[in-house]
């Protein structure tokens, strides 16, 4: 493909973005329908899906449409702007290409300079005094980081590896990584990471693909042999092999929704470690020393891995989750032993979503105390992530 053919192919794509459907599987069915397309072709095209969904309120301003809704070609136009390219490179008469540009669209002269705070942060009005408010001073350094592709993290499966021989074989398949100051078990991979689910160190169970804020959680809990352990939303489990590699503990995985858990056990298998997936109604008749709650949430640590969501997410649907949070710590609270440790985790950046929820429930409950809490403010070196460890008296 051309790259203005790759530019037209995006328009499309984005079109039905903005119209409702999930950017995932949109370019995942453009692909399947355009065999044509090369592996280089569906990356290229890729890469400016998401540059756009993390950065579209930067890119409509650049584009032309000012604070209105902005069309797909008015964001690519933006984009493009953002990054000094040549738009007649892109927009002309070659195979395939979108319209010609018009006029207006050459004469564009917008400045990021002149737009207002939120758009050159690339976040919903409403949602920058939360910001503002949770992160502080590092406000800005958050939201600029973003903005940006974050890099892909790895964590090395103690029970099978050390890192040096981790890192070594992924070395021999030329996928470079060097430690993250996170977490003792986290790699920041810097070259080929697409190549890393191909790896024989991924398929044999020496590395686990995990943000290095999410086993920095892991690494907090206070596990000790021999535990009964419940992750009480375990989505996919990536806490619960984390939490498997570092203990012999006996962990129960459990989520509302079963099918996020589909993977779990082949999971396990691979990394050599056991997790047993629970019903609700164990829970009900069994007590557990930890319980970890990664709850729900805004995201909104992690917008530079799922920019869509900053879009889809509203007033509304926070004050939602923030009631879905509530009403868990306080069911989880009932499976803690007395003595045992209640965790509750997030990867969201708003006081609301975390402090909140954790004051309220220490109000309410007598029997509970702090012990530690810890909040990380997105970056280029992990999402943004908060913990606290509460105990059951």
Not at 268 to 290: C, F, T, W
Request: glycine letters at 6%; charged letters at 20%; a negative charge.
């Amino acid at each position: 493909m051309t790259p203005a053919a790759r530019i037209a192919a995006s328009i499309e794509i984005l079109d039905d973005i903005l119209a409702g459907e999930n950017a995932e599987k949109r370019l995942t069915n453009w692909a399947r329908s355009n065999r044509f397309a090369g592996s280089k072709d569906r990356q290229a095209i890729r890469d400016y899906v998401f540059s756009i969904l993390r950065c579209m309120r930067s890119c409509a301003w650049l584009g032309g449409a000012g604070l209105e809704n902005p069309t797909a070609r008015q964001l690519l136009i933006g984009h493009l702007r953002s990054q000094n390219a040549e738009l007649t490179d892109y927009f002309n008469e070659t195979s395939y290409s979108a319209p010609l540009l018009e006029e207006h669209e050459l004469s564009l002269s917008t400045s990021l300079k002149d737009a207002p705070e939120a758009v050159q942060f690339d976040i919903p009005d409403w949602m920058l005094p939360l910001y503002q408010h949770s992160l502080s001073n590092t406000c800005a350094e958050a939201l600029r980081a973003m903005q940006k592709r974050a890099p892909l993290y790895l964590r090395v499966n103690l029970r099978k590896s050390t890192v040096e021989q981790a890192r070594n074989a992924l070395q021999k398949e030329g996928i470079e990584t060097q430690p993250h100051p996170l977490s003792p078990t986290a790699l920041t991979v810097l070259t080929k990471p697409r190549t890393v689910i191909n790896s024989a160190a991924y398929r044999n169970g020496l590395v686990e693909i995990q943000d290095a804020g999410s086993q920095k959680i892991s690494d907090i809990l206070p596990l000790e042999e021999g535990m009964k352990v419940l992750d009480f939303c375990a989505g996919g489990g990536g806490k619960s092999l984390a939490m498997a590699a570092r203990k012999n503990v006996e962990i129960h995985a459990y989520d509302i929704n079963q099918t996020r858990m589909n993977d779990v056990q082949a999971r396990a298998e691979r990394a050599g470690v056991e997790i047993k997936i629970a019903e609700k109604e164990e829970l009900q008749s069994s007590s557990y020393d930890l319980v970890l709650c990664d709850v729900p949430c805004s995201g909104s640590g992690t917008f530079s891995r799922t920019p869509q969501a900053k879009w889809d997410l509203n007033e509304e649907k926070l004050n939602g989750l923030i009631k879905i949070q509530a009403d868990i710590l306080n069911e989880a609270y009932a499976y803690v032993k007395t003595g045992g440790i209640l965790a509750y985790a997030t990867c969201s950046a708003f006081h609301q979503e975390n402090s909140d929820i954790v004051n309220a429930a220490l109000s309410q409950k007598a029997g509970l105390k702090l012990i530690s809490e810890l909040n990380v403010p997105p970056s280029s070196q992990s999402n943004g992530f908060y913990i606290s460890i509460l105990q059951k008296n």
